[in-house]
């Protein structure tokens, strides 16, 4: 048995807690935690490979992660050739955690696409005919919010409208004013895919390596990227190695985050 097998903590242990923390109506509590921490950043892997149907189906749970508005700008750069393996480990500083990984992904944002999925979601939503606010909502707002134009004019019409707005008629949502802001958007959001990303892989066992120490614009030219993408984070993944976890786990005080206000 692997150690990959030995140590699935949580997959399928979810029903079981049902009944135990029912009245807290909690029943996937105790597998989430195992999950959460037993996560770590592992530097070093083992040679046992991730099947490709637990990739998938990691990678299927990293995209239901939430998202503005359900744009769903993220892509996944999963590197299967050796040839171009090697070179992203160079332009990952030839980081144990990418040199060892058994895959290595990129885990990409993109803010060219928001306009073809908005048509995208009008075309696939699973009411149809599709409710004339959900219609409204990605032909007219949106636009609104995510139009953007190479000199960042438009910020400057948009954030007159906003304020005025603001102080006229009251809250209103911040749009995206400049092309920054909206690469913050598409990064934010495509965070939160590569977080369910590693959880889902520690779920079946296996383990990961956020890295955001690569050479991004060398990374985006090996794997054919635009200046629409922005790549998130690489992740190193693969089964933990026993000298995988460099040092033990610590965070500084609760009460130095939560404010309670
Ligand atoms: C955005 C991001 C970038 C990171 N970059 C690297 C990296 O390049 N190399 C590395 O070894 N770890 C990297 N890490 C992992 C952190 O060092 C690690 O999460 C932190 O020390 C806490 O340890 P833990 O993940 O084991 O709890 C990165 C983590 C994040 C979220």
Request: glycine share 4%; proline share 5%.
């Amino acid at each position: 048995m692997t150690k990959q097998s030995q140590n699935k903590p949580h997959i399928e242990s979810q029903k079981s807690h049902q009944s135990e923390s029912g009245s807290l109506n909690a029943p996937h509590l105790e597998a989430f935690k195992q999950v959460i921490e037993s996560r770590r950043s592992v530097r070093r892997f083992t040679d046992t490979p991730i099947p490709d149907e637990v990739l998938k189906d990691c990678l299927r749970m990293a995209m239901l992660a939430p998202n503005a508005s359900n744009l769903q700008q993220w892509e996944f750069y999963v590197i299967d050739s050796e040839e171009v393996k090697k070179k992203a480990v160079k332009l990952c500083l030839g980081q144990n955690a990418a040199k060892t990984s058994n895959r290595l992904i990129a885990v990409v944002a993109r803010t060219d696409n928001w306009r073809q999925h908005s048509k995208q979601i009008i075309k696939e939503y699973p009411q149809q005919p599709v409710p004339a606010k959900v219609k409204r909502y990605y032909e007219k707002l949106i636009p609104l919010v995510y139009t953007q134009d190479p000199i960042n004019a438009l910020a400057v019409v948009k954030w007159g409208f906003t304020t005025v707005h603001r102080k006229v008629k009251g809250p209103v949502v911040t749009p995206y004013y400049t092309q920054a802001d909206q690469v913050k958007w598409a990064l934010s959001n495509t965070f939160l895919a590569a977080e369910n990303l590693m959880l889902a892989l520690r779920a079946y066992g296996f383990d990961t390596c956020p890295m955001g120490g690569f050479d991004e614009p060398g990374m985006k030219k090996l794997l054919g990227l635009t200046r629409h993408h922005h790549i998130a984070m690489m992740i190193g993944a693969g089964e933990r190695s026993d000298n995988g976890i460099y040092n033990e786990q610590f965070r500084f005080d609760y009460d130095q985050f939560v404010k309670h206000v």
